[in-house]
């Protein structure tokens, strides 16, 4: 079909409706040339028409479509030399996706033809193939931008007073009995009001959603029955998941996404993206040709010296070479179009010691924090690394720059062993407890750049870390060999499921542990979400690829007493400022009091001393919090203080009988928490100060002195 073209613009990237029609622009500096091709249909055999891009600006193909509209289906064709040993893979026989297509229409239907090269060939991936994709590769969609937003306005909610809560778009939603069952599972599921209801009465102010953007399930998934369900294998870059709209497949899953959006900010929580830039979803050397690959394949992967393979630092098969510029500017286009135009908050970068890579080791100063750092937009939202990737020296907690909040993987460990009772330093313990200022306070960051967590969607849930002292894994079809073996888990005694009484009281205790401990740590909190309601994989701690009953939260068994336990401990942490700190301690002494901001104490009432925090079997400790001592201004630089506590951590197996401080520290206590007994808030028990109180095994207690007893 003779379609008529105008040579066009080379920005922007992708497919851009401006009103009249829609300039079509790929990057692509190898090849020789670029065909546009237009479908009709999403599983049409073959394209209605194609068009050479004859106009081409700095590696820049490109060309406009007079009278071109949103919904129009289109993928590429890319010639070039097909020399695999020379780092190119070109196979015009191959229609790809568009690296910023907005929207996707459909997920892959598998297919050898899927391949460049001919699968069982002796000569495997140096072979060629001339079987024609196009009848199984999705389409991308040109897509119409608008959207009324109605005056929404972003929360914008400091670190200090944030709590994020990890979930799935699918996974929270697809069992929920109060939410309509057609859209279950969507993200017009998460925009309902009884979703938003109960992210409200949990005091969450943040949701971070596992991976949105376009994925791909795994041929060897699809073939077991499987599929990736946590989505951590992108194509898309610029499209919302497909999976997760309940309104259409062509371009209406963005609108869907913007509605979400929209109705979290009017609820005052914000929205967080676990985005994936370190590898795509095309796997190593024996990979399918989906879309970058067959665009450029040595213009956006990292190659080894021999450029027939690639690099891997992701354990994917692949990395995408944020070195180059225009893998930088791929990335950094997509990050903005998701603050501007999807209007999103922030982001969790997966593995992101990656992108850090400059050429083998990890580099603070790469290039790829120098564009960030300078950017007037993204610098603005909140940036969350994944401080880690599986590259020799990719464990960096701690040593991303200013202006990076990071998981904070030294925290998880360190609490999990405190509370299983394995040999630790109270020292660990304490410094992570007060915002992990060994990793942070060097470089002016504060203890909010801390994600304090104890599990994450890679892991035990909480009721699982409490319940199993090993994996088991199954079901994911890979003899029990995935995931990680070292848990730092106790199953209390039991493995698993168990009728044993005290079995099952100890193990509801170590969760109010685990999370008291969790929402009075400085630094953020991030709640995994089912972990409040005991949500359960029966052991499987890499549920990666279940997208099924094991990963989707099961409301009608919810633990009722430990979700109201858990509302109640964060409406208690937000309302202290004390356990919300925006700088660190100083443990000295405050200026018109004689007291520290915080001490340290032994459960015989004595400070604790320089050789008291190197005992390894030292399971119990009493901190002393000053409510005068937190040197924080509001927003009318009124200075704010609050009432001091007293928290008595005891991960002993029996019972300590902790004597409280000096006069000097306050005339009287009250307990207003006290894990074995699931209480927080209630005017419990009064002590005078020097007065000597039981703590339980396995028990935090809080007490709240009042503030006519303050020194």
């Not at 030399?81 to 929207?103: C, I, M, S, T, W």
């Not at 209406?252 to 009017?266: D, I, Y």
Request: proline letters at 5%.
């Amino acid at each position: 079909m003779n379609i008529e073209s105008y040579p066009g613009s080379p920005y922007p990237l992708g497919a851009t409706w401006d009103g009249e029609g829609v300039n079509f622009a790929l990057f692509a500096e190898n090849a020789t040339q670029v065909e546009l091709c237009l479908f009709k249909g999403s599983d049409d055999e073959a394209e209605y028409a194609r068009i050479n891009m004859s106009e081409r600006t700095h590696h820049i193909w490109h060309t406009y479509l007079p009278g071109a509209r949103p919904g129009q289906l289109y993928g590429y064709r890319v010639h070039g030399p097909y020399e695999p040993q020379q780092g190119h893979r070109f196979n015009p026989y191959k229609v790809l996706l568009d690296p910023y297509a907005k929207a996707i229409t459909r997920t892959i239907e598998w297919h050898d033809s899927l391949f460049g090269y001919e699968l069982g060939h002796p000569d495997e991936d140096l072979s060629f193939s001339k079987a024609d994709s196009a009848p199984y590769i999705p389409k991308c969609v040109v897509i119409d931008p608008s959207f009324d937003w109605e005056g929404d306005r972003k929360p914008k909610i400091p670190y200090h007073k944030t709590i994020i809560y990890e979930t799935h778009v699918k996974g929270f939603t697809k069992l929920h009995p109060d939410i309509p069952e057609e859209i279950r599972g969507t993200y017009a599921a998460l925009a309902h009001p009884v979703t938003i209801k109960y992210l409200k009465e949990l005091g969450i102010t943040a949701i971070e959603l596992m991976p949105v953007h376009h994925f791909i399930n795994d041929r060897h998934l699809a073939e077991k029955g499987l599929s990736n369900y946590w989505g951590y294998n992108t194509i898309g870059f610029f499209a919302p998941d497909v999976r997760y709209s309940s309104s259409g497949t062509h371009g209406e899953q963005v609108v869907e996404f913007k509605q979400m959006v929209k109705a979290l900010h009017k609820a005052g929580i914000e929205v967080i993206l676990d985005v994936v830039y370190n590898h795509t979803a095309e796997g190593n050397h024996m990979g399918p040709t989906l879309s970058f690959r067959g665009i450029d394949n040595a213009a956006y992967y990292r190659l080894t010296e021999e450029q027939r393979y690639y690099m891997d630092y992701t354990g994917t098969g692949n990395t995408l070479n944020a070195n180059l510029p225009n893998v930088l500017r791929l990335i950094m286009d997509s990050l903005r179009y998701w603050i501007e135009e999807m209007r999103v908050d922030g982001f969790r970068f997966d593995l992101a010691a990656t992108l850090a890579r400059e050429l083998h080791e990890v580099d603070r100063l790469s290039a790829f924090f120098d564009i960030i750092h300078q950017d007037p937009v993204i610098s603005q939202v909140k940036l969350i690394a994944e401080p880690w990737d599986i590259g020799e020296g990719g464990y960096q907690v701690g040593e991303f720059p200013p202006g990076w909040a990071e998981w904070n993987g030294k925290y998880r460990d360190s609490i999990r062993d405190y509370w299983r009772g394995a040999d630790s330093m109270l020292a660990e313990f304490a410094e992570r407890f007060t915002g992990s200022s060994d990793l942070y306070r060097d470089d002016y960051r504060s203890p909010t750049a801390s994600i304090n967590f104890i599990t994450a969607h890679d892991g035990f849930t909480l009721n699982d870390l409490v319940s199993y002292n090993e994996k088991h894994n199954m079901a994911n079809g890979e003899d029990n060999n995935d995931g990680e073996s070292h848990n730092r888990s106790w199953n209390c005694g039991v493995e698993g499921t168990t009728k044993n009484v005290e079995v099952l009281a100890l193990r509801e205790k170590q969760k109010r542990n685990f999370l008291t401990t969790l929402f009075l740590s400085q630094g953020v909190p991030m709640l995994v979400a089912g972990d409040e309601i005991s949500r359960t994989q029966h052991g499987n701690n890499n549920a990666y690829c279940q997208d099924n009953e094991v990963s989707w939260l099961n409301w009608q068994e919810a633990d009722e007493e430990l979700l109201e336990f858990t509302r109640r401990l964060i409406r208690f942490s937000r309302k202290h400022p004390v356990f919300n700190r925006r700088g660190w301690f100083k443990g000295q002494p405050i200026k018109g009091n004689n007291l520290k901001d915080i001490a340290w104490f032994l459960p015989e009432g004595r400070e604790m001393t320089e050789e008291n925090w190197n005992h390894d079997y030292a399971k119990s400790l009493g901190v002393y919090l000053n409510g005068k001592g937190l040197r924080a201004r509001g927003p009318k630089n009124e200075q704010i203080t609050d009432d001091s506590f007293y928290v008595i951590f005891n991960a002993h197996y029996e019972p300590l009988r902790y004597k409280l401080p000096p006069r000097k520290y306050g005339e009287s206590w009250h307990k207003v928490i006290d894990t074995d007994a699931s209480m927080i808030e209630e005017q419990g028990e009064q002590f005078a100060y020097g007065k000597t109180i039981e703590v339980a095994a396995r028990s935090v207690v809080v007490l709240q002195q009042p503030k006519k007893s303050a020194p």
